[in-house]
C-alpha cells in the first residue's frame, strides 16, 4: 500500500502592519479576557491594539531585553511576523500583554502603562500539560511587583481547577537559558523545581551565540543552545505553592 504526505511547511509571511478585521486568538483551550490583580492586567495579545506599544518601549533596550532569548526582532515588522507566525497560527500557544494598572486610569494609556508579555507555549490538554513563555519584562517595569504578579497570573489559571476559574492542568513548565541565572532563579521563586537541562533545544537567528559548539556544517545555519528545564506540578501546587504564589502576588 503506498502511502502519502501532504504536508507543507509554512512560509512566514511579512508583515509590517498588524492585519484588519476581527482577531482570532486561535488557541486550543479557554481564553479569559483578562487575568488581573489590584496591581497587573494580562489581556490576550491583539496586534492592532498592542503593538505599536509594546515596540516602541521594547526597541529603546532591544539588545539587553534580547540578550539570552533565543530569537530577534531587529525592526516591527520582525516582530509582527513572529507574533503572526510563531504565536498566533500556532493553536498551542497564546500571548498576553502586561499592563501595569498603577499607571493613570487603570492602566488605559498603553504608551505609560505597557510592561511586557507573557505567554503559553506547547499547551496539550491531552497531557494537562502547558508551558509558559516568552516572558518578556520591559526595562522600566523590571524589579518592581510585575513580574511576580505575571507569573503568578499565568500560574492561577493554568493549574486552579475549572471552578476556581483555572483549566485544572497537571503541569507548567518553564525553560531557560542555562546561562541566565535570573530567570531560573525567578522560577524558583514562584515555585518551579529544577528537572535538567534539555540539550540542543534551539537554533538561534544568525548571530546569536548560544555556548554551544559549532555545529558539523551539514544540520542547518546558526549557533545551537541548551534549556534549563523547570517544572512547578499540580500536587507541588496543592501542598503549598499556590499559597506561596499569592504571598508574592501580594508583596509589597
Known amino acids: 500500500m503506498s502511502i502519502i504526505n501532504t504536508y507543507k511547511p509554512s512560509t512566514p509571511r511579512v ?12 488557541f486550543n483551550a479557554p481564553v479569559p479576557e483578562r487575568l488581573e490583580t489590584p ?55 497564546l500571548l498576553f500583554v502586561m499592563i501595569d494598572r498603577t499607571k493613570g486610569n487603570d ?72 546561562n541566565n541565572a535570573a530567570s531560573v532563579r525567578t522560577a524558583e521563586r514562584m515555585g518551579f523545581k529544577i528537572e535538567g537541562v534539555a540539550r540542543w533545544t534551539w537554533v538561534l537567528p544568525h548571530g546569536k551565540d548560544g555556548g554551544k559548539p559549532p555545529v558539523d556544517g551539514k544540520r542547518g545555519e546558526g549557533q545551537g543552545r541548551d534549556s534549563t528545564l523547570l517544572s512547578l506540578c499540580w500536587d507541588d501546587w496543592e501542598a503549598g505553592a499556590r499559597e506561596k504564589v499569592e504571598q508574592l502576588i501580594a508583596r509589597v
Do not use: C
Not at 497587573?40 to 505599536?52: F, G, T
Not at 505567554?119 to 520591559?138: M, Q, R, T
Open 39 to 93: 496591581r497587573l492586567r494580562l489581556e490576550p495579545y491583539n496586534p492592532s491594539l498592542h503593538s505599536k506599544s509594546f515596540f516602541k518601549e521594547y526597541s529603546k533596550d532591544r539588545e539587553a531585553i534580547e540578550k539570552y532569548l533565543p530569537l530577534a526582532w531587529p525592526d516591527y515588522s520582525a516582530f509582527l511576523t513572529w507574533a503572526q507566525h510563531y504565536i498566533i497560527a500556532d493553536p498551542k500557544a
Open 107 to 178: 492602566g488605559a494609556d498603553l504608551d505609560e502603562s505597557i510592561a511586557g508579555m507573557i505567554g503559553y507555549l506547547n499547551s496539550a490538554p491531552h497531557n494537562l500539560s502547558i508551558e509558559i513563555g516568552p516572558v518578556i519584562v520591559l526595562p522600566r517595569a523590571q524589579r518592581t511587583f510585575v513580574s511576580s504578579n505575571a507569573i503568578g497570573l499565568m500560574l492561577k489559571y493554568a493549574l486552579n481547577l475549572p471552578e476556581e476559574g483555572g483549566l485544572g492542568l497537571r503541569k507548567v513548565a518553564w525553560t531557560a537559558n542555562p
Open 15 to 26: 508583515l509590517t502592519e498588524p492585519d484588519p478585521g476581527p482577531f482570532d486568538v486561535f
